[in-house]
């Protein structure tokens, strides 16, 4: 089976984030009020930073679980393993957020197999419960835990979508990506490129983003920005980055390549 891929962090310090409205303040309000939190947006937008800042800015632990395919419930809940001959409960990492308090964000939620969802409901209600089926334990979450999802709309199937009754067990904050001016800022920030020599790049994903549903599933995220920028500030010649960067992870198509690296040569030169 595949594990889990779970970080617990204390994060002491506060995590660069540039807000795009009234999210940290919403996320705030459900924090003292012990109400569940839906983060969905398109793939690096920045979600899991905005979780991290949020962490640190409430001075929480994070408990940080990537889902994907094989993650079950008994992942996320813990199972009996074998220890020196004997057998031992072992918590997963949603029980041991919901025992020690703190933030557990599960990382593309829809990505988990179905049973996970059921899991996370009574956690989501008045009861904010953990059953553990196994143990026989109905563990009540302290004050201090908060549940926190994220999924990513654009690849939402009916395979791979959350349910209604689930969807209203949170409050929803949706992201998208920072107007041109604060992106300029914030991937120059991130990679030591000047704001001029960044201002091209953000003005590329800008148009590149507009071909999404069309040529491409995905448009190009600000962390692929910023790893292009990175390799330019390194001294990468411009189109070799934009390439690496920001063209070849978008599409394996040949045709749709070409027609990509047109308009990067178009808008960069």
Known sequence: MKPALHTVTSAPALPAYVASGNECALFEHAWRHQLPVLLKGPTGCGKTRFVAHMAARLGLPLHTVACHDDLTAADLTGRYLLRGGDTVWTDGPLTR???????????????????????????????????????????????????????????????????????????????????????????SAESGLSPERVRPLVGLAGRLRALRGHDLEEGVSTRLVVYCATLIASGTPTADAVLAGMIEPLTDDADVKAALLDVARAVIG
């Open 97 to 187: 957020a919901v025992r020690e308090g703190g933030i557990c964000y599960l990382d593309e939620v829809v990505e988990a197999r179905k049973d996970v969802t059921v899991v996370l409901h009574p956690l989501t209600d008045d009861r904010r419960i953990l059953p553990l089926e196994r143990t026989g334990e109905e563990i009540a979450a302290p004050s201090s835990f908060m549940l926190v999802v994220s999924y990513n709309p654009g690849y939402q199937t009916l395979l791979k979508a959350l349910k209604p009754s689930t969807r209203q067990r949170f409050i929803a904050i949706e992201f998208g990506f920072l107007p041109p001016e604060r992106e300029i800022a914030v991937v």
